[in-house]
């Protein structure tokens, strides 16, 4: 499933219009994304809790030539599913 | 950041619908994603992440506190990766 079958179901479910269909998610996509921006998670009861987190630096090693490399400190967003979605779907 | 928090938000960024307009939109939003895991689909979302089944082979394991060793069967986690124009937004500076 795409981002343009997202705005059919929203047609077919809800009856919004394509055009604001596709305007309302990606403002749901923006906002989400902004609130990581900013460090912070996404509760989302039901569904599941997106979790910004911070990463330090760590060794790893490049799988294909084997070369050792610095990984560099990052931030990862994660998800962990509800217990009524994982009951559904895992 | 809560749902509701995620709602009020939507509402203020879309003039023209209301907030129990926005609410019902939101729901059918995250439930087309759930509708679309029951089916065992793949999601993906441009800049922002996939959601996907993925399977884990059966093995077997300890229970910490006895010793003993307990089969745990093959099942299926979720998991999400972030989009490249996420990992970049959260990443830049």
Do not use: C, W, Y
């Amino acid at each position: 499933m795409t981002k343009a079958d997202i705005i059919n179901s929203l047609f077919e479910n809800v009856g919004l219009p394509k055009k604001e269909s596709e305007e309302i998610i990606e403002t749901i996509l923006d906002a989400m994304k902004k609130t990581f921006s900013e460090g912070e998670s996404i509760k989302i009861s039901g569904f599941g809790t997106f979790n910004v987190r911070k990463k330090r630096s760590r060794r790893g090693r490049n799988p294909k030539t084997g070369e050792d490399i610095e990984i560099t400190p990052r931030t990862v967003v994660t998800f962990k599913p509800s217990n009524h979605l994982k009951a559904n779907v895992e | 950041m809560t749902r509701s928090e995620l709602i009020e938000l939507v509402t203020q960024r879309t003039p023209g619908l209301t907030r129990v307009q926005t609410e019902i939109i939101v729901e059918a939003f995250f439930q087309s994603i759930v509708d679309a895991l029951n089916r065992g689909e793949k999601i993906e979302v441009r800049g922002f992440g996939n959601f996907r089944l993925k399977q884990r082979s059966p093995r077997k394991a300890r229970n910490p506190k006895t010793g003993e060793v307990v089969d745990v069967p093959a099942k299926k986690v979720l998991h999400f990766k972030m989009g490249k124009e996420l990992r970049e937004l959260i990443n830049k500076r």
